[in-house]
């Protein structure tokens, strides 16, 4: 067989699990086909999944690199590969590429820091590897706040993992969130940017927040009135990507390529980049 | 200097060939193209080819890999990668940097091996212009079109072929040779070049003001009004680069292909949940400061163009890399 190493060509690895989280919401356990991790990754890198014949597109690996028998990937149901994925089943093999991309950077900004986390709808699955990891090593850093909404319950993902685990870690305040009232919910009710602004937390924290740019807008906004500069603020961006090496050129904000040069970037340096995204 | 006789430069092909595949630009379906040489295939008379020699290092279409899907297993298997050294003859010196541009993508880590291979395998041979077009532009663009690069350079005057080797590829290729005479580098005739209407562009500015403030000139707006998004523009300029990446399922297998995109159609950045670039103005405005300022502020200040003139040719109404220069240059006087 022809062993090429192109970065374009896929390894085949194989979906062990699928585990719903909301209705629009899977999370899908992959290893190689030798059963392991197919590789290592930095909290908020990325992989290009695939199946051929379908398409190929750039997911965040939701597990922690801590993790270290399988990668987690929560994907949404919204498009034509995703909707393949969300019609599988355990045991179909899939492609996949990668990591790509910067990823945070917890173990240098982040290290010693207190952090809160900023979530809405289906952008808590680059940041569950992030506080998975956070968890993991919790004496490198300090006070940990995650501040998650959906639109209903149903739609919270992971909420199992956040209700067994992240709630009752010693150091470790959950707020959760809802867009509108509903019966067995005795939580807060309203849209994330509105309850960080309620919750007015330290300006001496790390923030590190994704969801969607509606939300990113308004919640920066918010978390400036408090006090909080620019540099303090990390966040994770998704564009349309082919190659996730900075070569097919369309993911760019400005002079930046999302899949090279992000996902993550600090608020303060997309000061000087069109808002494009 | 080696030299041949002009009137029997079949003969120097035939000789090339002998060795290796050779490209030559030869009047070829409709328009000058790089046209794989076979006995009797003359070079074409025009300046220069209707698409860019880039084709040779980045096809239209190629397979990256196919794929045998069977219940719920896949297998892969990666496509050849070119093994055949190649020739190409009467590259031009816009060309020619132009590689020097690819080079700057596909071969910056992790390199394209597609793209890395077909360079390596490649001896590129220039030819000098001596009669440009009035769309040329390349001095502008600091490129001397009478001292053009690649491993050998090629001046015709008075009836011969004038041939200096300027890597070791080169002078393998021409030590193979038989029969080359020696001879002097041939005059020059700058004045001509002096003459053309486009040869004081400034690009420099491009990279003296902040990137936001020509992403948010008000001139977008009007320069962008009349572009049809065909993409004309794209796909003959020489350092066009972007790609999509495409699956075709046939007979059993899936291929997974690679093809030219272009910036300046609709569905270039269209995601599951939309897009980021609407209407033709995002389109517009990303094509022109990719080679402005974005790629230059990225790769120390080389600006993503070659001054060829084939969009200037082939625009079908006549809007240009010239003219978004100029109007931005002058708007933010």
Not at chain 2, 263 to 282: I, L, W
Request: charged share 20%; aromatic share 10%.
């Amino acid at each position: 067989m022809n062993m090429r190493q192109d970065p374009l060509i896929p390894m085949v690895a194989q979906v062990t699990d699928i585990r719903t989280d909301t209705p629009d919401v899977k999370t899908f356990r992959v290893v190689g086909l030798d059963g392991k991790k197919p590789f290592s990754h930095i909290p908020g890198q990325c992989a290009m999944l695939s199946m051929p014949g379908v398409g190929e597109a750039l997911f965040s690996i939701t597990s922690s690199p801590t993790n270290e028998d399988y990668m987690e990937f929560s994907i949404k149901k919204c498009g034509c590969v995703t909707n393949w994925l969300h019609a599988i089943e355990p045991g179909q093999q899939i492609t996949l590429r990668g990591p790509y991309g910067n990823g945070f950077p917890v173990d240098t900004d982040f290290a010693g820091k207190d952090l809160l986390f900023i979530a809405g709808g289906i952008g808590l699955a680059p940041l569950r590897s992030v506080i998975n990891y956070v968890r993991h090593y919790r004496q490198r850093y300090g006070t940990v706040d995650i501040v998650y909404g959906a639109r209903s319950k149903e739609d919270l993902v992971d909420y199992q993992e956040i209700l067994e685990q992240w709630c009752r870690e010693e150091g470790v305040n959950v707020h959760l969130t809802i867009d509108n009232p509903q019966p067995d919910w005795d939580g807060h009710v309203g849209f994330v940017p509105n309850y960080v602004k309620e919750l007015g937390f330290d300006t001496g924290k790390t923030v590190v927040m994704c969801g969607p740019p509606i939300m990113i807008k308004f919640t920066l906004a918010g978390l400036e009135e408090l006090g909080f500069q620019r540099d303090q603020v990390y966040t994770t961006f998704e564009l349309k990507m082919k190659c996730a090496l900075g070569k097919c050129g369309r993911c760019n904000i400005g002079d930046q390529y999302v899949c090279k040069d992000g996902p993550v970037f600090r608020l303060d340096q997309m000061t000087r980049l069109p808002d494009e995204y | 200097m080696k030299t041949w006789n002009l009137s029997q430069l079949d003969d120097l092909f035939a000789a090339i060939a002998g060795r290796q595949t050779l490209y030559i630009p030869a009047d070829a379906a409709g328009q000058p193209a790089f046209t794989r040489w076979e006995p009797g295939l003359a070079m074409t008379r025009a300046l220069n080819t209707g698409r860019s020699a880039k084709d040779l290092f980045f096809p239209q279409v190629e397979n990256l890999a196919a794929f045998q899907i069977s219940g719920k297993t896949i297998s892969v298997s990666p496509a050849q990668s070119p093994e055949e050294d190649y020739v190409i003859f009467g590259v031009r010196a816009c060309d020619c940097r132009s590689f020097d541009i690819l080079d700057s993508v596909f071969l910056a880590e992790p390199a394209d091996t597609f793209y890395q291979a077909r360079r390596a395998h490649a001896t590129v041979i220039t030819l000098a212009c001596t009669e440009p077009e009035e769309t040329c532009f390349c001095t502008s663009l600091g490129i001397d079109p009478q001292a053009p690069g690649g491993d050998i350079s090629c001046w015709m005057a008075e009836g011969r072929l004038y041939l200096q080797a300027n890597t070791p590829k080169g002078e393998a290729l021409l030590a193979s040779l038989p029969d080359l005479g020696e001879g002097e580098k041939p005059e020059t005739n700058p004045s001509v070049f002096d003459k053309l209407p486009l040869k004081d562009l400034d690009f420099s500015v491009f990279q003296e003001k902040p990137l936001l403030d020509w992403f948010n000139s008000p001139l977008w707006e009007s320069l962008s009004q009349s572009c049809l998004g065909c993409g004309s523009c794209t796909f003959v300029c020489p350092t066009c680069q972007c790609y999509d990446v495409r699956d075709f399922e046939g007979g059993g297998t899936v291929r997974r292909f690679r093809c030219w995109d272009s910036c300046m159609y609709s569905d270039f950045t269209m995601m599951a949940h939309g897009t980021n670039r609407p209407t033709q103005k995002e389109r517009f405005r990303q094509r022109f400061l990719h080679k402005l300022v974005y790629h230059p502020n990225n790769h120390q200040g080389q600006i993503g163009c070659v001054g060829c003139g084939r969009c200037l040719q082939k625009c079908p109404i006549s809007m240009n890399i010239v003219k978004v220069a100029k109007a931005l240059k002058e708007g933010s006087v």
